[in-house]
């Protein structure tokens, strides 16, 4: 047995370093990623007039302007969405302009995709038909190896031009555009998603909905 004890310490130490080697190979590393998107994203500054630079509802010179930065794949804006689509925005008819602005994150696989579906869509006066359909139909398509045919497939669905919307898709407009909102989220040090401004101003999101509604009624009454 003791003969054998430097062989079996060797073969364990062998056994260890190859499993360590292949951990290190086939983990997602998601600080790589998050580093190489934003390295892909330009540098701008904190401006607040921004954030009303997007797709919105509303009048285009409300008083309150409510910014959401949203990610198609996460969980918490896809429970979200309902609250803003049916009871939040409604509430608030006519008093506010919404703006969503995409801030896709490296951890979530096909939210980069699923925001060029729907800024593809918005270049065809669909913005918000796609929107409403990638988070009302978020587990169908959040892990796709490939998510494009689904996304297509809602293309078809709300009646775009299929062919517009693939060289959409695909090109450095939507791209730049996608870009350039997330590159704001960082200028705001947008720690994660949904994240909300109101007049400029984050939204304390440790309250929950009643943190939004609270900043948007004391916006509304300055």
Not at 19 to 36: I, M, N, Q, W
Not at 121 to 127: E, P, R, S, V
Not at 199 to 214: H, I, M, P, T
Request: proline share 5%; glycine share 6%; hydrophobic share 40%.
């Amino acid at each position: 047995m003791k003969k054998n004890l430097p062989k079996i310490i060797f073969i364990s130490l062998v056994v260890v370093i190859i499993g360590f080697v292949f951990y290190a190979l086939t983990r997602p590393d998601d600080s790589s990623s998050s580093a190489k998107t934003k390295s892909n994203r330009p540098k701008v500054a904190a401006d607040v007039a921004k954030l009303s630079d997007g797709n919105f509802q509303g009048p285009s010179d409300a008083k309150v302007v409510v910014a959401e930065f949203g990610d198609y794949q996460c969980p918490a804006c896809g429970k979200y969405h309902p609250l803003l689509k049916n009871d939040i925005l409604p509430n608030y008819d006519g008093k506010i302009k919404f703006v969503f602005l995409n801030f896709p994150l490296p951890v979530h696989k096909n939210a980069q995709a699923a925001a060029q579906a729907a800024e593809a869509a918005a270049l065809q006066g669909k913005f918000w038909q796609m929107h409403d359909i990638l988070y009302e139909r978020q587990a169908d398509w959040e892990n796709q190896g490939n998510p494009n045919s689904k996304f297509e497939g809602y293309a078809k669905e709300i009646g775009l031009d299929l062919d517009k919307y693939k060289q959409d898709f695909a090109s450095q407009k939507v791209i730049d555009i996608i870009n350039n909102q997330a590159a704001l989220g960082d200028a705001f040090n947008v720690p994660g998603t949904p994240a909300f401004f109101v007049n400029g101003k984050a939204v304390d999101s440790s309250k929950g909905d009643s943190g939004l509604r609270q900043a948007i009624d004391s916006a509304l009454s300055q």
